[in-house]
């Protein structure tokens, strides 16, 4: 029943969501150095189990994904693939974020990275019923500088299949001060903005978010369970969470899935969507995300069909592409 749900997916990394095998098959290829070729041994280098102990060990997962995404041709393919996939379980839309400052390493421009992920969504959405744009992640642990470098190659892009900028990489407290020129000239140019916030430091850097660069989605924000000010300022202004949760138990954030705040958010009429954030480092797909919830919470048909529509309203996506999803409910 799940994988017949029409789906949305608004938080996935490209760079989490890389095939096993086509790690495997870029690197002998392109002769990119690896300790091992073998399926076994990549798998349990990329994904994280229950000894993970923090978002910055989680982090480091990323290493290998990014040594194969350095060719227009492979940050293609990945793309390509990534929505292949999430097609055969009925998504039907999907915004997918990236870092271009991790795909320099062989002097492609930051123009050229943005134009392989866009031919790889335009061949997907040309042979699967599926719609995708893109969301530019700048990196916390670089400079406001390279998060507005990013902004402007960006630009001539807006709304051609790139919608919106986010905030990603290890979470540290008051982390938006040093972004609020970006994000400004972000919005000033026409882009939504999302943040990771509330994931592994406090939900404060929620408030932040939202009332400093301008967020309407925050990337997680499970910790403003315990903080009204951000609870509230959350629910009022409807800012969706795009909420993540085998990742967030895999960074320790959450116990367990029983702990999960999700359905306590969406019964308190806080917006809610599921995501997978990554799909190769904490190998889950949607389904499975969605099934766990549905299963520990007993969320009716009724329940998934306004957290869906929902969902839509949060797009980042035009009127005519929102149409379209819900004629899928």
């Not at 002769?31 to 978002?55: A, G």
């Not at 993540?244 to 999960?260: A, F, L, Q």
Request: glycine content about 4%; hydrophobic content about 35%; aromatic content about 8%.
């Amino acid at each position: 029943m799940i994988k017949d749900l029409p789906k949305i997916e608004l938080h996935c990394h490209l760079d989490g969501s890389v095939r096993v095998e086509t790690i495997i098959d870029i690197a002998k290829k392109g002769d990119i150095k690896m300790s091992s070729y073998k399926f076994d041994d990549i798998k349990k280098i990329v994904q994280v189990n229950e000894n993970c102990s923090s978002l910055n060990e989680y982090l480091e997962k990323f290493h290998i994904t990014n040594k194969v995404m350095q060719t227009k041709e492979s940050l293609e393919r990945i793309t390509y693939e990534l929505l292949e996939d999430a097609s055969k379980e009925n998504i039907k839309y999907m915004e997918i974020r990236f870092a271009p400052q991790l795909h320099t390493k062989n002097n492609l421009t930051y123009k050229e990275i943005i134009q392989s992920v866009l031919k790889g969504i335009e061949k997907a959405e040309n042979r699967y019923e599926i719609r995708a744009n893109i969301i530019l992640s700048c990196m916390r642990n670089m400079s406001e500088e390279s998060a507005i470098e990013v902004i402007e190659q960006g630009k001539e892009f807006l709304n051609k299949g790139v919608v919106a900028i986010d905030l990603a990489g290890p979470e540290e407290e008051g982390f938006s001060n040093k972004f609020k020129n970006a994000t400004d000239l972000a919005r000033e140019y026409g882009y939504k903005i999302t943040i990771h916030a509330g994931e592994q430091a406090s939900a404060n850097n929620v408030i932040d978010a939202i009332n400093l660069l301008g967020a309407t989605r925050i990337g997680h924000g499970i910790k403003i369970e315990n903080l009204k000010q951000a609870y509230d300022l959350v629910k009022e202004k409807e800012v969706m969470l795009e909420m993540c949760p085998t990742s967030n138990i895999h960074t320790k954030n959450v116990e367990n899935i029983s702990k999960y705040p999700l359905y306590k958010f969406y019964k308190d009429n806080i917006k809610i969507s599921f995501n997978t954030d990554n799909r190769t480092v904490s190998n889950v797909d949607l389904s499975n995300e969605i099934d766990i919830i549905l299963k520990e919470f007993d969320i009716s048909v009724e329940d998934y069909k306004k957290i869906y529509l929902d969902t839509i309203d949060k797009c980042f996506c035009d009127e005519e592409t929102k149409k379209w999803l819900r004629k899928f409910i």
